[in-house]
C-alpha cells in the first residue's frame, strides 16, 4: 500500500500529522533538541512509513527487524508471523527496498538479525515463560511448529544467510557480516542438547561498491564484544545495546548526519544519534513504544518542532560532510594520490 501524501508536503505546524490516504495512518511526530539536532518519529508500518521519506538522504541506517517466530508484539500488521520463511524474507524485502531508496548514495547500512529452529512437531514450543513477548510460544502453533518442511525437525533454519542472499539479489553488496558476541547472553532453557547461542550476525550493507566509512572509528574488526543491557527501555525484550548503535553511527556518518531505524523499539538508534550530534528519523508500528520514546524525547527536555524542519534538515548534508574522514573522496587508495 502507498501514501499518496509525501512527508515533505505535511503542514508546518508541530502537532501531530496523522497522513490520510490508503495506510494504516502513519503519524509523524519531531522534536529538536537545545543544539538544533532534530529526531523525527514515524508510528506506522516500516515500508509505507518510509515511502514518506525523501530519496537518497541517510548516510546510515542500524536496525533490527521482529525475528521470524520469535516474539509476539500484540498487534495486527507485525511482521514475523508469515506463513514461511520466503513470504518472511519478502516482507523484509519491501521494508529494505525503502530503506536502499532513502539511503545516501554513499550510505551504510547496518542489519542485525537471528535465526529460528524449525520445530516441525505439530505442538506449540514451550519457552522463557519470564518474558511476556515469548509466552505465545507456549500456546500458539507457529509456521515453524507445522510439520512437512523440507528440513529436519530441530534444524536451525539459517534465515540470516537466507536474507543476506535476498538483499544481495536486490542489488545490495554485503561487505561484512560482522559478529555480535553477546558476552552475557541468556540461558536458554529449551536447549538441552546443543551450545547455547550467543552471537548474531550484523550484516553490513552498502548501497553502493563505493561508500563513506570512517575507518578510524571502528573499536573491533569483525567480532565485537558487547554485552546485551539488563535494564529495559520501555518494558522492550528485544531491544539491542547503545554501544551496538553508536559503533554502528559513528563509523558511518559525520557529526550532523543523518539516520535511520525502520523498526525503532524501544528508541536505542534515537536514543544513541542523538547523543553522538546526528539527526535521527525512527519508525515502529507499536503505539506503545513510540508513545514511551516520546515521553523519554520530552524527559530529556527536547522540544517539539515541524515536521517540515526535520525534512529540510535531512535534506541537506551535514556541514562536516566534505572534510569527515569517512566521505569517500577523503580516503587515500594506497599507493595512489588523494
Ligand atoms: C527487534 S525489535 C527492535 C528493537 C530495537 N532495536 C531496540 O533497540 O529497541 C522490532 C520492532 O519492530 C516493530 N515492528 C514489528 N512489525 C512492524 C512493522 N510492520 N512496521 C514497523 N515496525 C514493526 C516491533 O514493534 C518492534 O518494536
Redesign the pocket.
Known amino acids: 500500500m502507498r501514501s499518496n501524501i509525501t512527508a515533505l508536503e505535511l503542514n508546518d505546524d508541530s502537532s501531530e500529522v496523522e497522513l490520510s490516504g490508503l495506510l494504516p495512518e502513519p503519524k509523524c511526530k519531531a522534536y529538536t533538541t537545545e543544539e538544533g539536532r532534530v529526531a523525527g518519529l514515524i508510528e506506522g508500518?516500516?515500508a509505507s512509513s518510509l515511502r514518506m521519506l525523501p530519496s537518497d538522504v541517510f548516510n546510515v541506517a542500524v536496525?533490527?527487524?521482529?525475528y521470524y517466530w520469535v516474539r509476539d508484539?500484540g498487534y495486527d500488521?507485525?511482521?514475523?508471523h508469515e506463513d514461511s520463511v520466503d513470504a518472511y524474507v519478502e516482507q523484509l524485502m519491501t521494508v529494505f527496498d525503502e530503506v536502499k531508496r532513502t539511503l545516501h548514495p554513499e550510505g551504510v547500512f547496518f542489519l542485525n538479525i537471528g535465526d529460528t529452529y524449525y520445530s516441525g512437531n505439530g505442538q506449540p514450543h514451550g519457552s522463557d515463560p519470564r518474558c511476556a513477548s515469548r509466552n505465545f510460544l507456549r500456546k500458539k502453533v507457529r509456521a515453524v511448529d507445522v510439520s512437512g518442511w523440507d528440513i529436519p525437525k530441530k534444524s536451525m533454519i539459517g534465515i540470516p544467510w537466507k536474507v543476506a542472499f535476498a538483499m544481495q539479489a536486490r542489488g545490495w553488496t554485503l561487505r561484512s557480516n560482522i559478529i555480535w558476541n553477546r558476552c552475557n547472553a541468556f540461558v536458554e532453557p529449551t536447549a538441552r542438547d546443543r551450545p547455547y547461542r550467543q552471537y548474531e550476525f550484523i550484516f553490513m550493507f552498502t548501497k553502493n561498491r563505493f561508500y563513506s566509512f570512517d575507518r578510524s572509528k571502528l573499536i573491533e574488526e569483525d567480532v565485537w564484544n558487547i554485552p546485551i543491557e539488563r535494564s529495559r527501555?520501555a518494558k522492550?525484550n528485544?531491544?539491542?545495546p547503545m554501544e551496538l548503535a553508536r559503533r554502528c553511527i559513528e563509523v558511518a556518518s559525520p557529526v550532523g548526519g543523518h539516520v535511520l531505524d525502520?523498526?525503532?523499539?524501544?528508541?536505542?538508534?534515537i536514543l544513541s544519534a542523538l547523543a553522538n550530534d546526528r539527526n535521527v528519523v525512527g519508525?515502529?508500528?507499536?503505539n506503545e513504544?513510540i508513545r514511551s520514546i516520546k515521553e523519554t524525547l520530552k524527559a530529556d527536555g527536547l522540544q517539539d518542532t515541524p515536521w517540515s524542519s526535520l525534512s529540510n534538515t535531512i535534506g541537506q548534508s551535514s556541514t562536516e560532510w566534505d572534510n569527515w574522514a569517512g566521505n569517500r573522496l577523503n580516503f587515500r587508495k594506497p599507493g595512489k594520490a588523494k
Open positions: 508500518d516500516a536496525t533490527s527487524p521482529p508484539y500488521g507485525q511482521l514475523g527501555r522492550h528485544a531491544s539491542f525502520p523498526f525503532v523499539g524501544s528508541g536505542t538508534t519508525v515502529d508500528m507499536s513504544y
